[in-house]
């Protein structure tokens, strides 16, 4: 079992760009939660997936949204890229909308 | 959401026991006490989860009082490998604790030879 792979590890864009961010999901799994983690902080809840529409959002702008598509698999797109975007975005998977999370290694954005 | 304070950092020598504690005073009754791991460059691993008294498993042991106010989360005999950043989650019941976590700054635990 690969476990929750994300895609690029690393990435970095410039100010008023837009990124994409993707992430396959644990074998088996059916809803995909994203997180921002900024460093030196926790893990910040951005949205959950689940049969593919946004289940659930955290505090964040819409500049950032997301897909789910039918394998299950998900994006995160940030638009508008602003400096305070640089973080580790983090991708959890989990079997239906109430059990455990499973972390991906996360993709490291840059901004400058 | 009830807040958790836990320390930023602790320190320790291999082979010894560490207790790591949180304090959620404003817990709710629905609420689940949940420990993650995150070591550099990786995502949160789920450690242990309780809701009252002592919870084991084979990594660590969970430790709530009866007023559930605190819980302190032991790791016996840590190693090295046991370098990382530990957070203390609190969660509206066991199903909606899993949901959508809700992270603190976490305790960075530095493990020395």
């Known amino acids: 079992d690969a476990g929750v792979t994300q895609s690029p590890t690393h990435l970095i864009k410039t100010r008023g760009q837009q990124v994409t961010l993707r992430c396959s999901p644990k074998s088996g799994h059916d809803t995909v939660s994203w997180y921002q983690q900024a460093l030196g902080q926790g893990p910040q809840f951005i949205f959950q997936?689940?049969?593919?529409?946004?289940?659930q959002r955290g505090n964040f702008p819409d500049r950032f949204s997301g897909h789910q598509f039918p394998n299950y698999s998900s994006e995160l797109n940030v638009n508008a890229l602003l400096l305070g975007d640089s973080a580790l975005y983090l991708c959890a998977s989990s079997l239906t909308v109430d059990n455990e999370q499973f972390f991906g290694p996360g993709t490291r954005l840059t901004v400058l | 959401l009830a807040k958790t304070t836990q320390p930023i950092s602790m320190d320790s020598y291999e082979g010894q026991e560490v207790n790591i504690t949180c304090s959620h005073n404003n817990i709710a009754t629905n609420d689940y006490i949940t420990w993650y791991q995150q070591f550099p460059s990786q995502g949160p691993r789920f450690i242990i989860q309780g809701y009252k008294t002592k919870v084991t498993n084979e990594v660590a042991s969970l430790f709530i009082p009866a007023d559930r106010k605190s819980s302190t989360l032991s790791l016996p005999r840590v190693s090295l490998s046991d370098t990382a950043v530990y957070y203390c989650l609190v969660g509206d019941g066991l199903n909606s604790g899993y949901s959508t976590l809700t992270f603190g700054k976490g305790t960075m635990l530095l493990v020395s030879p």
């Open positions: 997936y689940y049969e593919e529409e946004e289940r």
